[in-house]
């Protein structure tokens, strides 16, 4: 998946990641658990 972060919501348990989808132009509302949240983001600096 190739995406431009757009920018992030922070909450007491869960973050909302805001993208626009490269491929279809899409913007997107993604909710990340905040225990999730560091694996994601590691996981999007390899990609």
Known sequence: ???TPVGIDIAKNVFQVHYVD???GEIVNRP???AQF???SRIARRA
């Open 22 to 24: 490269a491929q279809t």
């Open 38 to 40: 560091l694996d994601t």
């Open 1 to 3: 998946m190739n995406a």
């Open 32 to 34: 990340i658990k905040r």
